[in-house]
T-cell receptor, first 111, second 111 residues
Framework: KAGVTQTPRYLIKTRGQQVTLSCSPI?????VSWYQQTPGQGLQFLFE???????NKGNFPGRFSGRQFSNSRSEMNVSTLELGDSALYLC??????????FGPGTRLTVL | QKEVEQDPGPLSVPEGAIVSLNCTYS??????FMWYRQYSRKGPELLMY??SSGNKEDGRFTAQVDKSSKYISLFIRDSQPSDSATYLC???????????WGAGTKLIIKP
């Protein structure tokens, strides 16, 4: 099976802009979770989508949003970018009831 | 108090040593326990996955769960420089499909 894919792999944006990241899960997986990881920090959970519905949500401001399509692909959007949003954004795929498999991540730099 | 505690390290050991990595947790309802390995600038990859208590072995890696002490361990035998990475523990409830993560321990294997 193909693994989890994320696009783009690298992004450079300026403050105030918005960005959309994309994730394609493993075939047959219906759950997609998004995480933010910054240097020295653990994985910070953003949200999880299962069958197009947001099932869990972390403690991030409303500038961070997501959605999932009927083919399980997911997108994450960050509006009004801030310097502190610079991070590695990871997507994880799951059947929805057990462990997660990660993509390579999108490295976002906000200038 | 965090739900999952993990010493961030770094833990530095000589090549060939046995490495012990640990996490403690507070919620006795956790049922699934995982260890992930993350190389620099990459997404985490699943190493070991155990359900409930007991030991599980895979090559040089052994995962151990002690639910009575709320303590999990990952042992690496005959450690190699290629094992140098950050190791993250994660746990899952049966009723809520959100993984709870440790902060990760940075491991350095010196040649």
């Amino acid at each position: 099976k193909a693994g989890v894919t994320q696009t783009p792999r690298y992004l450079i944006k300026t403050r105030g802009q918005q960005v959309t990241l994309s994730c394609s899960p493993i075939s047959g997986h219906r759950s997609v979770s998004w995480y933010q990881q910054t240097p020295g920090q653990g994985l910070q959970f953003l949200f999880e989508y299962f069958s197009e519905t947001q099932r869990n949500k972390g403690n991030f401001p409303g500038r961070f949003s997501g959605r999932q399509f009927s083919n399980s692909r997911s997108e994450m959007n960050v509006s009004t970018l801030e310097l502190g949003d610079s991070a590695l954004y990871l997507c994880a795929s799951s059947t929805g009831t057990d462990t997660q498999y990660f993509g390579p991540g999108t490295r976002l730099t906000v200038l | 108090q965090k739900e999952v505690e993990q010493d961030p390290g770094p833990l530095s050991v000589p090549e060939g040593a046995i490495v012990s990595l640990n996490c403690t947790y507070s919620n006795s309802a956790f049922q699934y326990f995982m260890w992930y390995r993350q190389y620099s600038r990459k997404g985490p990859e699943l190493l070991m996955y155990t359900y409930s208590s007991g030991n599980k072995e895979d090559g040089r890696f052994t995962a151990q769960v002690d639910k009575s002490s709320k303590y999990i361990s990952l042992f690496i035998r005959d450690s190699q420089p290629s094992d140098s990475a950050t190791y993250l523990c994660a746990m899952l409830l049966d009723s809520n499909y959100q993984l709870i993560w440790g902060a990760g321990t940075k491991l350095i294997i010196k040649p």
